[in-house]
Structures are given as C-alpha cells and as structure tokens.
C-alpha cells in the first residue's frame, strides 16, 4: 500500500459511520410508512441494507427479494425500487420493478451478510 493510501485510510478510520451502525440494527424490522417521505426514507433503507427485503404491496402480494436499484422520481407513482426475487423456483435472471405507490410495507426479513463488518475492522485488517 503507498504512503498516500496509507494516509487517506488512516484518516478516515476515526470517522464515524452511522449509516453501517443503522444498517445492522434493520433487520428484523418491519416498516407501515404513513408520509410519503417515510416511504422514500424506508426504501432507501431497504437499498442500502445487504439483505432480503419483503415489500407488501398496496393489492397484499408480498415480493421477497434483494433491493438492487432505486430510481427517485418527483412523486410516489414515477419512482420505482428493483428488486431480484427469492423465489424458490422463480428465473434466477428475473428483476421485478415496483412503483413506490404501489408499497404498503416493507420488512427487513432476510439476514445482513454484512452486519458486524465495520469500515473498522477492514481499516484494521488492512493497515
């Protein structure tokens, strides 16, 4: 590692990350946003978490899967989640695309494959 990587990493070892410290108290949760602001703030969770989501839509089907893009739009009916489903044999290629209108809730139901690894601990593996 060069004297400047070196540097950059020891800079930012001491720097906080709430969001990854957020990230590992999801899972389990189960969100019922009641704004539409609440909505958006969940399913940028769900997009930052590194877990299975299960999205309830406003018709009661329920959709399992990993969030894999969002698109933020200027209201509720033009943004849209992406979402690979975990179906159990369901065409590992399929991507469903869903409009935030159409989400009711959504629950953090599938374990974060990275909880507990901190930016911490791959600063200290790596310097």
């Known amino acids: 590692m060069s004297e400047p990587q070196r540097t950059h990493l020891e800079a930012h070892a001491?720097?906080?990350?709430?969001a990854a410290a957020e990230r590992d108290l999801l899972q389990?949760?189960?969100l019922q946003?009641?704004?539409?602001?609440?909505?958006?703030d969940a399913l940028e969770k769900a997009f930052d978490y590194?877990?299975?989501v299960t999205i309830?839509?406003?018709?009661?089907?329920?959709?399992?899967?990993?969030?894999?893009?969002?698109?933020?739009?200027p209201t509720l009916a033009a943004s849209c989640v992406r979402i690979i489903p975990n179906t159990p044999g369901a065409d590992p290629r399929a991507?469903?695309?869903?409009?935030?209108s159409d989400v009711a809730s959504l629950a953090f139901t599938g374990r974060d494959t990275?909880?507990?690894?901190?930016w911490e601990a791959w600063v200290?593996?790596?310097l």
């Not at 001491?14 to 709430?18: E, G, I, K, L, M």
């Not at 309830?56 to 739009?73: H, I, N, Q, S, W």
């Not at 991507?95 to 935030?100: E, F, G, M, V």
């Open 33 to 40: 946003p009641t704004t539409d602001e609440e909505l958006r």
């Open 56 to 73: 309830t839509l406003r018709d009661g089907t329920r959709v399992e899967g990993y969030v894999f893009d969002r698109l933020a739009g």
């Open 14 to 18: 001491a720097a906080p990350v709430p």
């Open 95 to 100: 991507r469903l695309t869903i409009a935030y």
């Open 28 to 30: 389990g949760l189960a």
């Open 50 to 52: 590194r877990g299975d």
């Open 124 to 126: 200290k593996k790596y």
């Open 114 to 118: 990275a909880a507990g690894k901190s």
